[in-house]
């Protein structure tokens, strides 16, 4: 008999992982059909492409010097951007934790906003931003601090309410308040877990605040546009080269931050 139940169990799994592959199937060639993906119009466009990265070389390495400048206004932009976003980040990361507030009315809120944000990307932010406060920086820096803003929340929060609860239980018992709750028994077990999460964020900001240049906000994005409008791919591809530069960089310094807090 244990045999026979093994086997209707293996037969069963057999059968589920089957039927899951064919639905995976049926949805991405569903999605084909439906966005007009067509593989011999890739293959036809395919010369194109090298035609393309043909003109990118050789980079135009004189552009350098000049792209200097927006590259670090780009860089500023995620700084401030990441941490404005954070620092709003902690109070809706405790607002919206179940084991911190207790209460519905007010943890359920907070996630709604939460994803709310989070449903608007970057771009669509800044485009929102220019209007209102005019061509630059500023835009670029508040939609990177909202962008920032949802990503570190959401992730915080979620820290939050996997912490051990036997700190936070013993604090109670000998009559800690609310405040003392937090700072001495929520806030340590979550402080590396944050920052880890925040030098995430910088790193995708920096990538991001790359392109924000297109709407208007400021950056290396601007000249990227300019370049790509011109037809002038040599510089195209030194910003490229240059952007890739300073992510590695700011990527290697971060992972070896992020080993060190966790």
Do not use: C
């Not at 990177?144 to 949802?150: D, R």
Request: glycine share 6%.
């Amino acid at each position: 008999m244990e045999a026979i139940r093994i086997r209707s169990i293996r037969r069963l799994s057999m059968i589920r992982n089957f039927l899951t592959f064919v639905f995976v199937i049926i949805l991405i060639w569903g999605s084909a059909i439906k966005t007009g993906v067509s593989f011999s119009s890739f293959v036809r466009g395919l010369p194109n492409m090298w035609t393309l990265i043909a003109e990118m070389f050789p980079p135009n390495w004189h552009y350098f010097s000049y792209i200097t400048k927006p590259m670090l206004e780009t860089i500023r932009m995620a700084v401030l951007g990441t941490t404005a976003g954070g620092v709003a980040a902690i109070p809706f990361a405790l607002f919206s934790s179940r084991n911190v507030v207790r209460m519905p009315m007010i943890y359920y809120p907070a996630r709604f906003m939460m994803n709310l944000i989070r449903t608007i990307p970057e771009l669509l932010l800044a485009a929102l931003f220019v209007p209102i406060l005019g061509i630059g920086e500023i835009p670029g820096i508040l939609a990177i601090a909202v962008f920032s803003f949802g990503i570190i929340a959401k992730l915080a929060y979620e820290s939050v309410e996997a912490i051990d609860t036997g700190p936070l239980e013993a604090m109670t018992a000998v009559g800690a308040n609310k405040i003392q709750w937090i700072f001495f028994g929520v806030v340590p077990q979550v402080t590396a877990q944050f920052m880890s999460y925040f030098l995430y964020s910088f790193e995708i900001n920096i990538r991001s605040a790359a392109i924000l240049g297109y709407v208007g906000a400021g950056g290396i994005g601007l000249y990227l546009n300019n370049t790509l409008s011109f037809f002038q791919y040599d510089r195209v591809l030194t910003i490229i080269i240059y952007t890739l530069v300073v992510v590695i960089v700011i990527d290697f310094i971060s992972n070896k931050i992020r080993e060190k807090l966790l």
